[in-house]
């Protein structure tokens, strides 16, 4: 067996658990009305049936006062089927189903303030500038009572435990930190006052339901807010709580409601797995309490190490197993190469509190029936398919296609697969993208796609080409904007971004002046592409017509774009344009206040380059249905969109061809 610790059973809380594999909770909006959906019942199960021994669900709303429609109905009698089908879709499987306690407090990480918001004192979320209603020691009583009724009320459906959020900077976090209760009450002041309202639902939780049962938790590590709870001060909240003697597993994870949100879900910008080291330091308060490692683990040869190394007894998954619910069971079955592995973007988080529910950029189907070891049905008939363009929106159609019994050959330009996604796995924080792309290309292979690279095809040679269908996946350009006179770029004087970047590709040598990013575009690879070039130019300056730059990054990752930025002194303009590049020969541009008119000077400048809006390169479809052909579009070349867009629109056209 691969990874034998990973895959070695143990007991948690008096409870066999049979591998240290868990799914970390994961807000899915898969609840409609306080229902479970069918597609929350088939995510929790899938991730059971693909190997994974402890599964956490998301937060349960265990009394009336936390209900939301987005919410299970923890505190009601009438929720108990619901409950009851989750747990027998997890239990089924030998894994272990815990809801979690949780409540926000006054944190809100979507737009706007929290109206409902209640806390330890009333001073404003750092993110939302949110002001709780301060509880009275009274309601914080009651509210311990109707927290474990809606405990008991899980087992009663048999549910194996709980696991409370007290990290993350919500409510208990809050109670805990000294930067936001100020309490002069039982429950502020030292240690044990702010501890004390987690300690006493603990024990009304334990009250109510006993053991075996298990009562797990998230532990605030360093939550990047002066004042508020760093290594030493987590080491002292751990001690408290481990001293009731009901903590049956616990992991310390980072952020809060502020600007180091984004550290709760630490990605590409720095290490992987960037908090194990202190995880084992913390876990030292109590090393008799089970720990779990989590926090940027993608890769089961991670996972075995966190527990061979003396970091954890378990080792929980948030991302990754929202890409793959079978990373367990293909990890212990050496299928490792086979993992659709996370590529740390985040994407799944923008859908839940942007978006209607949870998706992911490298899985087009989570929550679907199906979704462990997935292969689609055969298509009736078997067709000829060609696919133009090897970006991830073609290459995805592919093997999908493939799949589905068809003869596939992908026709790409380049001679490398991947298209632009390819580019920005170069650049810094981009790395996991190629993650995609091998995926795709594993799966095409195994299906008999054949890949013809280097290979453009043009308006000639597409109508000669062998296929019944085509599915167009030509991707997009970058539009050139009206400053920019046409026959710069043709000549080469000023080239978009992404030509900026290949043309960097084989120089080792610094430019002294400034390169000046004219910036519409606003999604990550922009801002990847200006740390790479801070390599080539002495310096690097983002200017944007909109208010602020990254616009249309989601919170997370516009904290950390912003944090890099800022970090390395890349210069930022915002509500500016140019009007022209005429100074350009004598290294000057002027740019202009979009509001007021008002001229601002850039000298020192080397060179000019664009993100702009991209403009899809349909041109070919006239040609394949001139032709007769069956044609479908697929990703940029359809409309330019996300990452998420283009897999998801491969895999709906290699379903559909
Ligand atoms: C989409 C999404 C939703 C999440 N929802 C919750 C939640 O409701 N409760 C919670 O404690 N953590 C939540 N988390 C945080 C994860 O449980 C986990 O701590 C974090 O993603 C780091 O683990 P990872 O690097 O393996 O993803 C969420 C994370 C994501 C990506």
Request: with cysteine; hydrophobic share 40%.
């Amino acid at each position: 067996m691969s990874y034998p610790a990973l895959f070695s059973p143990t007991v948690i809380g008096g409870v066999p658990v049979r591998n240290r594999v868990a799914h970390a909770s994961i807000v899915s909006r898969f609840v409609r009305d306080g229902r479970a959906t069918d597609r929350l019942v088939h995510y929790l199960g899938s991730r059971a049936r693909g190997g994974t021994g402890l599964v956490i669900t998301e937060p349960v709303a265990m009394t009336f006062a936390n209900r939301s429609p987005d919410r299970l109905r923890g505190w009601d009698d009438g929720a108990l089927d619901d409950l009851k089908r989750l747990a027998a879709a997890v239990e089924r499987w030998d894994s272990r189903l815990l809801g979690q306690v949780q409540d926000p407090g006054r944190g809100r990480h979507a737009t706007g303030r929290n109206e409902y918001a209640i806390g330890a004192s009333p001073l404003p979320d750092d993110l939302s500038w949110t002001v709780p209603h301060a509880l009275t020691p009274a309601r914080i009583r009651q509210l311990c009572d109707e927290w474990a009724a809606g405990c008991l009320r899980l087992k009663s459906a048999g549910f194996s435990g709980v696991e409370i959020s007290a990290g993350h900077g919500h409510l208990f976090h809050q109670f805990m930190s000294p930067w936001s209760n100020r309490r002069e009450d039982d429950y502020g002041g030292d240690i044990l006052g702010r501890t004390r309202f987690l300690r006493e639902l603990m024990a009304a939780i334990r009250a109510a339901c006993g053991r075996p049962f298990i009562i797990g938790l998230k532990l605030p590590g360093v939550d990047g807010v002066p004042g508020s709870i760093d290594l030493a001060e987590a080491a002292q909240i751990a001690a408290a709580v481990a001293a009731t003697g009901n903590v049956d597993y616990w992991t310390f994870v980072w952020g809060a409601h502020a600007r180091s949100l984004w550290t709760h879900m630490p990605g590409p910008a720095g290490p992987r797995a960037p908090y194990l080291p202190h995880i084992r330091e913390l876990r030292q308060t109590d090393p008799s309490i089970p720990t779990g490692a989590i926090g940027y683990i993608t890769d089961p040869n991670e996972a075995e190490r966190a527990l061979t190394d003396g970091t954890a007894d378990l080792v929980f998954l948030g991302r990754p197993l929202i890409t793959d619910p079978a990373w367990g069971e293909k990890a212990r079955t050496g299928r490792e190469g086979q993992i659709r592995y996370c590529v740390s973007c985040n994407t799944c988080w923008r859908t839940v509190v942007e978006g209607t529910r949870l998706e992911c950029d490298n899985n087009p189907r989570v929550g679907e029936p199906d979704e462990v070891d997935w292969q689609p049905v055969r298509a009736a008939m078997r067709k000829r398919v060609a696919v133009i363009g090897s970006g991830i929106a073609g290459l995805e159609a592919a093997w999908v296609a493939a799949a589905r019994g068809h003869d596939v050959t992908v026709y790409g330009a380049s001679d490398e697969p991947g298209g632009r996604t390819r580019l920005h796995a170069e650049l810094p924080g981009g790395e996991h993208l190629s993650s995609i792309y091998d995926y795709q290309q594993l799966a095409g292979r195994q299906h008999g796609v054949k890949y013809r690279m280097g290979a453009p095809v043009d308006a000639a040679t597409a109508a000669a080409l062998p296929a019944d269908a085509v599915i167009l996946a030509t991707g997009s350009t970058l539009s050139v904007p009206a400053f920019i006179p046409a026959e710069y770029v043709t000549e080469g004087v000023v080239h978009d971004l992404r030509g900026m970047l290949l043309s960097l590709r084989n120089r080792k040598t610094k430019e002294t002046g400034r390169v000046v990013i004219f910036d519409q575009d606003h999604t990550e690879m922009t801002y990847s592409a200006a740390l790479r070039l801070l390599e080539r130019f002495a310096r690097v300056t983002l200017v944007t017509p909109r208010e602020r730059v990254a616009s249309d990054v989601l919170l997370l990752n516009r904290q950390s774009i912003y944090q890099q930025l800022y970090d390395r002194r890349v210069e930022i303009f915002t509500c500016v344009e140019p009007h022209s590049l005429d100074g350009l020969e004598d290294g000057c541009i002027t740019l202009v206040n979009v509001y007021n008119g008002d001229a601002t000077v850039l000298d020192d400048v080397a060179a000019v380059t664009f993100a702009t809006p991209r403009v899809p390169d349909d041109g070919l479809r006239a040609v394949f249905e001139a032709a007769g052909k069956e044609v479908h579009l697929a990703g940029d070349c359809y409309a330019p969109r996300s990452v998420l867009a283009a897999t998801r629109q491969g895999y709906e056209v290699g379903m559909a061809v």
